[in-house]
């Protein structure tokens, strides 16, 4: 059974800096893509950046560029994500999620529907 385990997340300020972990079980973690979301109530749920475990290839979005780094440990079945820089415009509920079929693809990897198993988020709250 797949199990992704997320951990991290809380409050913080403006300009401070949090660290995300993803523990994965249940699947072969050497090459699948591991996708980072958030989400704001009422709002769709945004993919922000993502990781492809087997060549360590990176994707984010603009708005989080140069601020959030996506990493894994593929020894610990681990993926990471580095926030720093934070704003209040990055509250959110953050997920992390799999896809099986290998990847990224650049093209589609933004889109949810595209993975298969999620974490069970973990809120993010920055105060201005």
């Known amino acids: 059974e797949m199990h992704l385990v997320q951990s991290g997340g809380g409050l913080v300020r403006a300009g401070e800096s949090l660290i995300l972990s993803c523990a994965a079980s249940?699947?072969?973690?050497?090459?699948?893509?591991i996708g980072w979301f958030r989400q704001v109530p009422g709002q769709e749920r945004e993919g922000i950046g993502c990781?492809?475990?087997?060549?360590?290839?990176?994707n984010y979005i603009d708005s989080v560029k140069g601020r959030f780094t996506i990493s894994s440990d593929n020894a610990m079945n681990m993926v990471y994500l580095q926030m720093n820089s934070l704003k209040p415009e990055d509250t959110a509920v953050y997920y992390c999620?799999?896809?099986?079929?290998?990847?990224?693809?650049?093209?589609?990897?933004?889109?949810?529907?595209?993975?298969?198993?999620w974490g069970q988020g973990t809120q993010v709250t920055v105060s201005s």
């Open positions: 990781i492809g475990t087997k060549d360590g290839n990176t």
């Open positions: 249940g699947f072969t973690f050497g090459d699948v893509t």
């Open positions: 999620a799999v896809d099986l079929n290998g990847g990224p693809s650049p093209t589609v990897w933004v889109f949810p529907i595209m993975y298969h198993h």
